[in-house]
């Protein structure tokens, strides 16, 4: 239940740094000029989506995990190890797809990253991963970067 809790309150503090963040954009007013959206908006929206998100993880959780603590005495070291390493290697992705974003770009970073995460997130088959990955990298490039005209790092080896 522990766990639960943590993982509830970092969606909802997220979340509402997300709203806090809109709300001093959007009192930013020369920054709306551009986009009706703009990234204020965004913000607030994506910030009340998270919370909300936290929210519902947290009910549909939360019977789960109870049934999970009474199942604690039969517990296995050898999955807690796994689950470790899985998460660090999450992290150790993330922190080089931010390196990435910066020195090959958005759309690159994106594919590499989609790439390994599905990977740690159980995708075994490597076409199956491809085809997501693919489908991933240009949905979020669709969505993000043509329908919503946010600007990406194209990367500094594509600036000549």
Do not use: H
């Amino acid at each position: 239940m522990k766990t639960l809790l943590i993982e509830v309150l970092v969606l909802v503090v997220v979340g509402v740094l997300s709203i806090i963040e809109g709300i001093r954009l959007v009192l930013a007013e020369k920054l709306q000029m551009y986009d009706v959206l703009g990234p204020g908006y965004y913000n607030v929206g994506m910030g009340a989506i998270l919370i909300l998100m936290g929210l519902a993880y947290f009910v549909s959780q939360r019977k789960k995990y109870v049934a999970v603590k009474k199942k604690s005495a039969d517990r296995d070291p050898a999955k807690d190890t796994e689950y470790r390493k899985m998460m660090i290697g999450m992290i150790v992705v993330m922190i080089v797809y931010i390196f990435l974003l910066d020195l090959i770009g958005y759309l690159f970073a994106s594919f590499i990253f989609f790439l390994l995460i599905n990977r740690f997130a159980g995708f075994r088959s490597w076409l199956t991963n491809l085809g997501v990955t693919v489908l991933m990298t240009v949905s979020f490039y669709l969505i993000f970067v043509t329908w919503m005209g946010m600007i990406f790092p194209r990367g500094l080896l594509f600036d000549f």
